[in-house]
């Protein structure tokens, strides 16, 4: 009987990093890794994430970082000092921390389902948050509208909501994970009937009806989306309810309760405004994976046993003559009437015809004039960029300006360039105009209309830019 061993499904270097000198400033850039790219693997192309992105992290995580590398001197090859971002990315691809894939000139990184898995539960570990074996979606809505009605008793609540999220987006992923792991084991080589097989017991057994169908009918997320996001941001942004649901907190841990209510309240706001991508991203890998099925099965029904058969015999029988006596006749065990398509392949219908070169067209070099004009034409698309007035862009600035407060003052909102100048010119005169033609601009700015309210006051304040009426701004929800 066989025993699963824990490097047959891993890497035999995979703890190298973890137990070099450097091994602090690698586990950072491993959790780095996790929460910005691979926890919710919503990459926009199934290869993963570009090279270029993944080098852009792990700089970044290094820079945060400093004071986690060794500061003596070390001897030893793979941990020389001064070590640049690809030198921690090399040591990570070598060990089998990261996959790469290439497509033309790109080079595209994931991280493979096993060691993702890995990732995940030494990450809970180091949270001394118990193990789980996937998240869970039923009753949410229920728990955060507990949550909503008493914060301060039900922080304990919270923490166990925030980790079932959390749970429950990589359970998502790992369904996405193991499709694509049963759509790479097709290949050329694999047996028709292993692929079968392989569809039937995996996929649609496991995969599809055990886990994926019982998520979309027992409870489906997008139902659920809109409600949980909505008590979140009522947590977020009440002041009394966020200081309750931040005392149970404190109450637990003194020291990092802030930052874990934060945490915990952004990993809530991800997971679900990411979780239609995820269920999009499965749909497509499993389309994929039927497609490919498809194709296997009719390729596999395309070719004549009968002459698999005789193909078989004449290999046989060749590789037989060919041993004892090679000068003798071999009589082949096939006759012309059974290739099919011969007819064919004797007399052709069109002559082939050997490729001829292509003509390389080599383009001018752009003039200093069009230059220019290029440079022109981009400094001005940034322009409107900037001075671009639009439901969303107003919807994130007054979200920033306000922060956790519920309202305040046009005139109290710090204008730190252009861009912030614009939004608070267009903002004070839609607040005038609103009053004069009413409900207006609700259809023409439905996110921002529907969360604040925007009411023009008498008095009138001067800053270094602009003399103008004050408004008063109040978040609605």
């Not at 509208?145 to 008793?153: G, H, L, T």
């Not at 569809?199 to 019982?214: K, P, Q, V």
């Not at 309810?241 to 637990?252: A, E, S, V």
């Not at 003194?254 to 749909?283: H, T």
Request: hydrophobic content about 40%.
């Amino acid at each position: 009987m066989h025993l699963n061993h824990l490097f047959d499904k891993l890497p035999s270097d995979i703890f190298r990093p973890l137990t070099s000198s450097y091994r602090l400033i690698y586990w950072r850039i491993l959790e780095s890794l996790q929460e910005t790219l691979f926890e919710m693997d919503d990459a926009p192309d199934d290869l993963g994430y570009l090279k270029a992105e993944v080098l852009e992290i792990i700089e970044k995580s290094i820079a945060s970082n400093v004071t986690l590398l060794p500061t003596e001197n070390i001897e030893e090859s793979n941990d020389a000092p001064e070590r640049k971002p690809h030198h921690f990315y090399n040591d990570l691809y070598k060990s089998g921390w990261l996959h790469e894939q290439k497509r033309g000139f790109r080079v595209y990184v994931s991280m493979p389902q096993a060691v993702n898995a890995l990732l995940t539960a030494l990450m809970d570990i180091a949270d001394a948050r118990p193990l789980m074996a996937q998240g869970e979606l039923l009753g949410f809505r229920d728990r955060i509208s507990s949550i909503v009605e008493d914060p301060y008793k039900n922080a304990n609540n919270m923490r166990a909501l925030a980790k079932s999220a959390r749970l429950f987006s990589r359970h998502l992923n790992s369904i996405k994970g193991s499709i694509k792991l049963l759509y790479d084991r097709i290949t050329p080589d694999a047996a028709y009937s292993e692929t079968v097989d392989l569809y039937f017991d995996n996929f649609i057994g496991e995969i599809y009806s055990r886990d994926y169908m019982a998520i979309k009918t027992s409870d489906h997320p997008l139902k659920i989306k809109e409600h949980i996001l909505n008590r979140v941001s009522l947590l977020r942004f009440n002041k009394e309810k966020y200081n309750q649901l931040l005392n149970g907190y404190t109450d637990f841990d003194p020291d990092n309760g802030e930052q874990s209510l934060e945490k915990d309240l952004s990993l809530l706001e991800r997971v679900f405004d990411r979780v239609e991508k995820q269920l999009d991203a499965i749909d497509t890998m499993g389309s994929r994976y039927n497609k490919r099925v498809d194709a296997v099965i009719a390729y596999a029904k395309r070719i004549p046993k009968s002459n698999a058969k005789l193909i078989q015999k004449i290999i046989l029988t060749l590789n037989k003559a060919s041993k004892t006596n090679p000068s003798v006749t071999v009589a082949i065990p096939i006759c012309a009437t059974d290739l099919i398509g011969q007819e064919r392949f004797r007399k052709p219908t069109k002559p082939r015809e050997s490729a001829k070169p292509k003509p390389v067209s080599l383009k001018k070099p752009p003039t200093p004039e069009i230059l220019i004009l290029q440079a022109k034409q981009a400094r001005e698309i940034e322009v409107m960029k900037m001075i671009l007035f639009t439901d969303q862009s107003a919807l994130n600035f007054l979200d920033e300006a306000l922060g956790p407060n519920v309202s305040l003052e046009l005139s109290s909102i710090p204008i730190r360039g252009i861009a912030d100048l614009f939004q608070v010119i267009h903002l004070q005169r839609l607040a005038n105009a609103s009053v004069l033609r009413g409900n207006d601009f609700n259809k023409q700015y439905p996110k921002l209309m529907s969360r604040y309210q925007l009411s023009p006051m008498k008095n009138v304040f001067d800053n270094e830019y602009i003399e103008m009426k004050d408004v008063a701004i109040n978040r609605l929800r």
